[in-house]
T-cell receptor
Framework: EADIYQTPRYLVIGTGKKITLECSQT?????MYWYQQDPGMELHLIHY???????EKGDLSSESTVSRIRTEHFPLTLESARPSHTSQYLC?????????FGQGTRLTVV | GQSLEQPSEVTAVEGAIVQINCTYQ??????LSWYQQHDGGAPTFLSY????GLEETGRFSSFLSRSDSYGYLLLQELQMKDSASYFC?????????????FGTGTQLKVEL
């Protein structure tokens, strides 16, 4: 059983608010990823990390930022949410090519 | 740049065998993996190939040909519960580490 957790599962927030989506894993993986996925669509890589204090932007440009201060924790922050940020955000950690996903955060910005 | 292509939709009958193809173009390639995602759920890992050839895991098998930049997922003895989206993902070595980029996904519909 994969141990990777995301909170909150659902979030409805007003435009302009700052939000942080939490992601934690207990598997000791160095590699972690954030993906953005709209319903029925592909997963877009927005950020990734290969260890503590290492973060990189992904394939899809995003206004969000990430940090990796501890191996197990990889939060994603939006400084000022907009309706265009409405989507599902999926966090994953990986050992080699095997990635484990959290249940996702469905974000709605009104 | 990079690209991954999969068929958008495949339909098959229960008990049949289906193959979902994935072609890729990228530098820094180090392997191909496959994931299943049911509606409303998170992707779950199925199989991976770091070397050429066939990997078998129960009813699911995956194949890779690095020289052809091509791989496929083979599902045998299809069941209704196999109706889902299937994604291939390429592992890519970058200057800043390595990343996992997903394909466009294939919607599999299993019919009676």
């Amino acid at each position: 059983e994969a141990d990777i957790y995301q909170t909150p599962r659902y979030l409805v927030i007003g435009t302009g608010k700052k939000i942080t989506l939490e992601c934690s894993q207990t598997m000791g993986h160095d590699k972690m990823y954030w993906y953005q996925q709209d319903p029925g669509m592909e997963l877009h890589l927005i950020h990734y990390s290969y260890g503590v204090n290492s973060t990189e932007k992904g394939d899809l440009s995003s206004e969000s930022t990430v940090s990796r201060i501890r191996t197990e924790h990889f939060p994603l922050t939006l400084e000022s949410a907009r309706p265009s940020h409405t989507s599902q955000y999926l966090c994953a950690s990986a050992s080699g090519l095997e990635a484990f996903f959290g249940q996702g955060t469905r974000l709605t910005v009104v | 740049g990079q690209s991954l292509e999969q068929p958008s939709e495949v339909t098959a009958v229960e008990g049949a065998i289906v193959q979902i193809n994935c072609t890729y173009q990228t530098s820094g390639f180090y392997g191909l993996s496959w994931y299943q995602q049911h509606d409303g759920g998170a992707p779950t890992f199925l199989s991976y190939n770091a070397l050429d050839g066939l990997e078998e895991t129960g009813r699911f098998s995956s194949f890779l040909s690095r020289s052809d930049s091509y791989g496929y997922l083979l599902l045998q003895e299809l069941q209704m519960k196999d109706s889902a989206s299937y994604f291939c993902a390429v592992g890519i070595l970058t200057g800043g580490g390595n990343k996992l980029t997903f394909g466009t996904g294939t919607q599999l519909k299993v019919e009676l």
